[in-house]
């Protein structure tokens, strides 16, 4: 059995531990309030009894907790006083400085807690461990000086999570939609250089990768960037190499058509966009930010984003492109052609591409053959969007997403233009519903009153991420707020004008719709009165929302978390809080946003048309999956799956399995299972290879994908899913 260290660093569990403790406890009272060495052993032995019944690795301050209670059990309360005492005392020497711990534990890599808190950070590098020690420090700064204590207390419960408390300190953002057409069109500036328009096509490709590098260090949420504005710059290489094409020939005497010319100048091309999309794969995926990882940028695939249809036919050869080097994969140090996390991919449905007879229908199959073998692309129904994101001038908008699922609110400027590009999220605050669900024990009454006390918390947290981002000066981040990324102000001005009015969102995230929902009534979503009471919740959540986006002028909007590592947190306190409780606190994890449980078993079509009624109530964000196995040799089923996305839901993804074993080769599911201390570990079928440093292992968890392993509470859900086709 293990526990978990305030520094997160796990270790076995030591009953002897707690019997020193408390004998040192029970030496000073009188002797007449003292325990005998067997109530003591007694008490050792009854802990262990009941953190080994949690099934899970318990932190110290559990423990504790349980020792009180086993002191208070032989009725020993002048030596339960004492214990208490003590751990307030030595309480109080920790918060002296909160952070050394933390720091040391990172630096020689065994905290196990934040070693997975992020499964597309390796965290023996030294610059991810930079990263995580500035964020100790800056989450110490965070907690003792610029948060409310309420707040921070209502986080440390697990009551709310307060988003990247690790970069609070500084006045960074969230999450965004790059405006790469202005910065590519209009020139932009990279430390301090300037960058013109580009001449072609491959140029353009090699400046949006040191873009995506710069905004990525200059925020802590993902990124999104949209290939059609690379679609200019292919007409222009067109016509510069004809023009060389032309020369080259002429100069040797050569007589040609035209035809000619056009023949071998698209050959040329064709290789030219080949190149500059392998330039975007590789450069992301070995570029390091300064947080320690490759930049978290999503790319957009959307053929009626082009202006005309010259740039339509050439977006869809760069998204050709990008399909078939993506399907390939990257290779791993061994050589071996593997799945990477990024970029994250979307593809969106849309009339010109979903049907059989449709124009660009063979770049839809191609999509359905890169997603059965790795993953991506995720898919936006272009039918179902116009209808869920309509503006003030009641125009439907197809767009993309910020990152994996953050969506804006729609906008339309002073001129009375819609704008996405530019626009950014402000930051994230999300509340555990699970735990207003059990704290009303069954009354719906009281739950509603607890819900509204949560809100008001929520709401005094997000208003604590706009404060601090008020007064923020452009120079904080040029790329961002001076040359175009976001915005083209003037140095010295500050972005307050951008957080208001519908320019940028605050997200209210929300978890465990599913489990709530069963500890109010014992019913799950899938059933209709589970269904009516979660879409109640929603329908109120949706209420707070515009109630203070109304008071304020600033865009609150609902957010289905993409829970990581804090489905974990999340239910370490839950299990505190309230103990075991079947089918609502029995597991490692909590069920993100609004989805209906991992375990329930139900088929992909039956939980898309379902979970639609949800996301719809998610304008801030959301995304849904169905678990697929391995489809590369059924494409007839991913295709229809996508059909009925876009008849039915405006985002949704499928989540198949892509794995490989360095030890013995192995190419297939790499399986989750317990060792002998009840641990999740992933281990090769074939081999038994148990080394996470020998295999590569890939998963979507939060609607995209990771791939340097998970906590034990998210292992476990990943390890519960069931199939749905």
Known sequence: MKIIKRSGTEVDFDPQKIIIAVAKANEKVVPSARMTSLQIRRIAEDVQIAAQNMNRSLSVEEIQDIVEDQIMNQRAFDVARRYITYRYKRAMVRKSNTTDEQILSLIECNNEEVKQENSNKNPTVNSVQRDYMAGEVSKDITKRFLLPTEIVSAHDQGLIHFHDADYF???????????????????????????????????????????????????????????????????????????????????????????EINTITEKRLHEEVRNGVQMIQYQVVTLMTTNGQAPFVTVFMYLNEAKNEQEKNDLALIIEETLRQRYEGVKNEKGIWITPAFPKLIYVLEEDNIHEDSKYYYLTKLAAKCTAKRLVPDYISEKIMLQNKIDKNGEGHCYTCMGCRSFLTPYVDED????????????????????????????????????????????????????????????????????????????????????????????????????????????????????????????????????????????????????????????????????????????????????????????????????AKFQALSPGGAISYVEVPNMQNNLDAVLSVMRFIYDNIMYAELNTKSDYCQVCGYDGEIEIQEDDHGKLIWKCPNCGNTDQNKMNVARRTCGYIGTQFWNQGRTQEIKERVLHL
């Open 169 to 259: 300190a500084q006045h960074m953002h969230n999450c965004d939609l790059v405006n790469l057409e202005d910065m590519l069109q209009n020139g932009t500036v990279i430390s301090g250089t300037m960058i013109e328009k580009p001449h072609s096509f491959s140029t353009a490709c090699n400046i949006a990768t040191q873009i995506i590098a710069q905004v990525a260090s200059c925020q802590y949420g993902g990124q999104s960037i949209s290939l059609t504005h690379l679609a200019p710059f292919v007409d222009i290489s067109r016509k510069k190499i004809r023009r060389q094409v032309a020369d080259e020939l002429h100069s040797i005497h050569e007589a040609v058509t035209e035809e």
């Open 416 to 611: 009375g233009n819609p704008k996405y590009y530019g626009r950014f999220n402000q930051g994230v605050v999300t509340v555990n519903l699970v735990d207003i669900g059990l704290s009303a024990d069954g009354d719906i009454e009281r739950f509603w009153e607890i819900f509204d006390d949560r809100m008001e918390l929520c709401h005094r947290a997000l208003q604590c991420r706009h404060e601090r981002l008020t007064g923020t000066l452009s120079d904080a981040a040029p790329i961002l707020w001076q040359h175009g990324a976001l915005l083209r102000l003037n140095k010295g001005e500050t972005i307050d004008k951008y957080l208001h009015n519908g320019y940028s969102t605050l997200s209210l995230g929300y978890a465990g719709l599913w489990e709530c929902v069963y500890s109010l009534n014992g019913k799950k979503l899938t059933e209709a009165e589970g269904e009516a009471l979660g879409l109640e919740i929603m329908r109120k959540l949706n209420e707070y929302t515009a109630k203070w986006k109304a008071a304020e002028q600033i865009d609150y909007s609902l957010y289905g978390t993409p829970l990581e590592s804090t489905t974990y947190k999340f239910a370490k306190c839950l299990q505190k809080r309230f103990g075991i409780v079947k089918n609502v606190t029995d597991k490692s994890y909590i069920t993100n946003s609004y989805h209906v449980h991992v375990t329930e078993n139900i088929d992909a079509f039956e939980k898309l048309a379902l979970e």
